[in-house]
């Protein structure tokens, strides 16, 4: 229920849920190195993706890049819901 930053090394295709235990406003930054190999990336359902977005899932982190994912929880939206603030790909 606090906000965080999380670095994953993703040495396979990965999908990210939905954090458990949030708090309205916490916000979660996740910086993902793709290691060995192309990865893929998908978001699990339970995180919405605006429809301005030109995100999709899954995306393809290429190996020895970063890409770097920031989420925050809305507890008014929808009953409560992950969203997608914004996501950058290729560091």
Known sequence: ???????IIATGD???EAPSSPADGV???VWI???GAN???TLAAGIIVPTSSSFTSPLTIL???KAK????YDA????GQWELLTFSNGY
């Not at 229920?1 to 670095?7: E, L, V």
């Open 14 to 16: 990965l999908t990210l």
């Open 33 to 35: 190195t793709a290691s």
């Open 69 to 72: 994912v920031l989420l925050e």
């Open 76 to 79: 008014t939206l929808n009953s």
């Open 39 to 41: 990865r893929a990336l």
């Open 27 to 29: 916000r979660l930054s």
């Open 1 to 7: 229920s606090q906000s965080s930053n999380y670095r």
């Open 63 to 65: 190996s020895g890049k």
